[in-house]
């Protein structure tokens, strides 16, 4: 059953040849070496050399080469390249977003007079070129040669593999879980990160502070994590912290409750990506392992869009998916993305509760030497149809193929992504509101990089921001016990901080539904990972209340920039915000950014009235505060617009300015002190009676930028 084509329809199509040995390709078409370091540091430059030898076949006036590399693998433009071959004119071409699905991006070299003859040889070196931003084993390129047409290409054999390694550690990471019992073992986890975000070697093991009991148990084989046994005596919240030599770092909040209490909160990702099987990077057992020994997420589910998955591949899926469950440890969901494009019904994850077969697949960008026979289903209706009866639930997001929510079957579509590394997608969640559909709002990777549950954008090649992730309260750490709580919808997401979030309404926690024979009174319980800024209360999806948490520092202002190009995948989310702020007269001074996202955001102070920035959002927000000692006026020139800003006015008063596209905008303001409160205890009434179901939801936001949104509760007056 080895795959013989593959290729997405109407796009360029690789031959496999599997029927022929590499020594036969060989003769035919000719071989290609590829001279470079088989170990390269995440982001680094390197120098490359590919040198090809022709085979019987030739390479004739018109014909081309590829050197083709997987969608996530973020390789950078060389500095400087150089091609060698005396027998015929070559143009070189370098294609960030070729026609090869998954294979989308390659140089060429195409025959322009001449050619070349067997045994003759072309050689590309490229000089300064910025190596992927992950980490990641067996990393390859796929050498081809142009085919009978322009959309053909065979596959010569491989050259070796490499691997992709980190940086050096440049902050200190310490990851907590949800909740625990008093006096039970919780699991800490402490590792270095370097600048890509990538888990990067220490140098010495780091220490756990405070005076708690810890036991460091491992240091992780694969990733160079150390793992801690904590037992902690008393009830309440914790915020543990570590240090190795000069770093140090604080973890998120972990709340000690009774060991009686029937529910608890548990982290995880049921969106967390793609592997080499689908369109991502490294296997797909690496990839549960960084889930669970990095990440340090209680459950998860890889998600390779269908088109990509043939008989074999789906049935090594569900068997690496199996063997990674450990129920009270690590759960497990087999799963897989259902991918028409939108307008048949969008990308849609499926969860299995146990096992399955049969894989229902959209489409297939591959072709089989036994093709499988289970009948596909490209659109949606008979997709739903079919499922339904199933033990599965569906994950609605907005991905490649952003889901169409035309399309809707409750009884097993209960969730809602409304953030990913493709972006902050509210607009997303919104839609799914107002059409009155019961949504449980999720949080995701959707990832490429083989780094489910802490991954970062890279060169934004593929992605826009560091990923979500969702909290489940659930009364045990099992596939039965989360699917419960997935079912009621007992979740909230958050853009990947592990904010402690709280939501209820007379005793109805986040997912409920009731009827009140009075006002809705909200109580809200928040601990955050950073000073909290403010909470807001949304009905249906307008902000019916909010709560400004953090104080004013009136000596500075922040100007935030945001939003997003379109509704859609994270290249149409994506705003480039490359810009300069200067004053027309006074001083700026003490420049501090929030929430920059990847090592290509920046922001400088260029002299003492102006400040230059890079920065790129896909639906979050990001920017800077700074003191403005004597400035009146200021001007902001970015790329999608310029803003004029009275200081005094917007010290008094936040300023908005619109820049068109779907969200796109501007915000300056007094900047929220960054030392306030992380916990808020919270309660509000909404005096408002209203006998139609409302949705009452709340949104925190801190002031590093990071957010939590929680699942409705559906409440509705009694007559």
Known sequence: MAIVRSGAPGGGQVWHWPQLAFDERARRWGTMRCRMPKTVVAGAAVDAEFAFCAGEAGLAEGAALRIAWRWPFDWARPERTEIVCEQAKVAFAFEPQGDLNPWHH???LRVISGGLRAGDEAVLRCYGWGAPTFIT????????????DEHSWNRLADPGAYEIVAGPAERLVVVCEGEVGVGEATVVRVYGEDRWGNPAALEGEPTLEGGHEAVCESQGARFPVYTYRVHLRDEGVYRLRARCGLLQGEGNPLRVVPTARAERL??????SGQTEIGCGAGSLDDHFTYARDVAGLQFASQQANDHYIDSATWQHVRDVSHAADKPGQFVCYLGCEWSPFSEDGGDRNVF???DEARLRRSDRFFAEEM???TPDLPRAPEFLAAMKDQQVLLGLHVGGRPTNLDFHEPSIEPLFEIHSTHGTSEWFVFDAVRRGYKVGVTGGTDGVMGRPGACRPGRRLTRNVRNGLTALRADELSRRGLWSALQARRCYATSGAR???DVEIDGRGMGSQCTVSDTVGIRV???GTAALERVDVLRDTDVVHSWQIAPYDRSRLRVLWGGAEAEGTAGAQRVQWDGVLRAESGRLADVVPVGLQSPLDSVEQVDERSVRWRSATGGNEMGFSLRTDGAARLRLEALPG???????EALQREQFASLGGASKHVRVGTAPRVDGSHSAQLCWRDETRRQAMHAYWVRVVQVDGERAWSSPIYVANAD
């Open 106 to 108: 390659h140089v060429e």
């Open 137 to 148: 084993r067996g990393a390859r390129f796929l050498p081809l040669i142009s085919g009978e």
């Open 266 to 271: 548990y982290w995880g990702d049921l969106h």
């Open 352 to 354: 299995y509760r146990a």
């Open 371 to 373: 093709p499988d026979p």
């Open 499 to 501: 904010i402690l979030l």
């Open 525 to 527: 319980c928040v601990e």
């Open 642 to 648: 310029v803003v004029e800003i009275d200081v005094q």
